[in-house]
Each structure stands twice: as structure tokens, then as C-alpha cells.
């Protein structure tokens, strides 16, 4: 049995590196406390989801190092890896999390910017005279 689960999560540019062990259920992310590192609740509700949809937040600790993206990206990536890392703990939790969503990458990306534009869509203002 090992004692150290891995995940890898994305989402939009946000690359998320998380590991799960047996603990008291504490959740680190970049060295800090989840509080501290996000300051929201609602992002730190969309962090813990995968862990209240299989009732085991008292049960595993969470250590998560995340880059690139913003704050919502990093949540989100931060689930998806943590979804992955509980399902290589234990097998049994894989049609909850993926019933609940949180097993499949998000393929939703910021559209890239055409020659003409100002940016993805936003052209400049049209005027007939």
C-alpha cells in the first residue's frame, strides 16, 4: 500500500500537481493554508468538492502545488487532480466523482485572438461615414 496518492489536474492554462495521504484533513496549497492561498469560499468550496462528494474530508491530508492560470483555473485545476488522486487511493470512489463531473478535464480554452481584431471578437467600432 503506498502511502502517498498522486493527481495531476488542469484547467484553462492552470496546471495542478496534488498528492493525497491518510491525515486529519488538512489541505495545502503552494506551502499555504487553502484559506490563505484563496480567500474565497466559493473557490475553496469548488476545491473540497471532490472530497465532501465521497464523505472523506476527515480522512485524507492534501498537499497541492499549482501554477499558471488565475484563481477560478487553479481551483478547478486543484479539483480535477484531487479527483484523480482519491480515485488512485481508492478505486470505489470513481463513479461518484465522475457522476458528479469532477473526473473529466474541462476542454474550454480562451480563444485565440485574429489579425484585425483587438481581441478574440472585439473588432472596432464601425462607422458607414
Do not use: C
Not at 496549497?29 to 471532490?50: A, C, H, I, R
Not at 499558471?68 to 480535477?80: C, K, N
Not at 484523480?84 to 474550454?108: H, Y
Amino acid at each position: 500500500m503506498a502511502d502517498k496518492f498522486y493527481g495531476t489536474g488542469r484547467r484553462k492554462n492552470a496546471i495542478a500537481k496534488v498528492w493525497v495521504r491518510a491525515g486529519e484533513g488538512n489541505i495545502e496549497v503552494n506551502g499555504k493554508s487553502l484559506e490563505d492561498y484563496f480567500g474565497k469560499k466559493t473557490l475553496e468550496m469548488v476545491v473540497k468538492q471532490p472530497l465532501d462528494t465521497t464523505a472523506s474530508g476527515a480522512n485524507y491530508d492534501v498537499i497541492a502545488k499549482v501554477h499558471g492560470g488565475g484563481m477560478s483555473g487553479q481551483a478547478g485545476a486543484i479539483r480535477h487532480g484531487l479527483s484523480r488522486a482519491l480515485v488512485e487511493a481508492n478505486p470505489d470512489f470513481r463513479p461518484a466523482l465522475r457522476a458528479a463531473g469532477f473526473m473529466t478535464r474541462d476542454p474550454r480554452m480562451k480563444e485565440r485572438r485574429k489579425y484585425g481584431l483587438k481581441k478574440a471578437r472585439k473588432a472596432s467600432q464601425f462607422s458607414k461615414r
